[in-house]
């Protein structure tokens, strides 16, 4: 019986062992002003969130990356897939920052997302799913194009700013009419379109297309009638005519 005992200690052991190798809890290394600061995670394919636990419900902000001096959070998170969001699916504030992504699926539900300083040159939306972001912040990545953007149609604040973007068609904020800050500073922009007809975007208070390469502007088919700051500094644009009232009546800054 003694025999029979080890064996069953021996068996339960082992499988203790089996469950902690499949699953890999996930902790918060430091948690100030409801930001959960997760411990150091490498993330280089999709296939590596299989058994991640993240932490429980009370965290909706959660940081990974280097955000503290203190402390060693480091991480690696080469592809943001949706599988990996779905194991920390109650988050609706997230912040990646130089993590050394390349490649983002859009996450559903969250509210705010900063990926700032990362390499990101892919980014998957979903035009048939419904999405809640309202501030988006991808400063300093790899994006040439913004086309599927227009789907994200809650947002409100957009930055853009230092990629390699060429061309930007205005047309695809017209989907956003929440959208009240767009940045774009610090492109390679030599083209801002307006599509084929009226841009019109009824809350949009602040354009910034500073340090671009734009010589001109199609701004009369825009109608932006709560813009106050319009930021064209760095840019050989030699005439711009923005002088009607109607498509811009609360226009107070034009930097150029």
Known sequence: MAKYGVLTLAIVATL???????????????VENKWCTVQR??????TDVRGLVFPDDRYEKIRIGQYYDFVNTDSTVVIFSGELFYRMRRVRYLQMNGVRMVGLDMPETVLELDVADNWISRVYIDSEKSYALRKLNMRNNLLTAIGSFKYLNMLEELDLSDNML??????????????RVINLA???LISATAGSGVISLGNLEEANMAENQLTKLDVGVWL??????????????KRLNLSSQQSFPRLKSVLL
Do not use: W
Request: proline share 6%.
């Open 16 to 30: 203790c062992g089996l469950v902690q190798a499949r699953y890999s809890h996930v902790a918060c290394q430091v």
């Open 41 to 46: 995670l490498r993330i280089t394919a999709r």
């Open 166 to 179: 060429h061309t930007v068609n205005f047309d695809v904020f017209s989907f956003m009419p929440y959208i």
């Open 186 to 188: 610090r492109n390679r």
């Open 224 to 237: 932006f009638p709560a813009l106050r700051m319009l930021n064209l500094t760095g840019n050989p644009i």
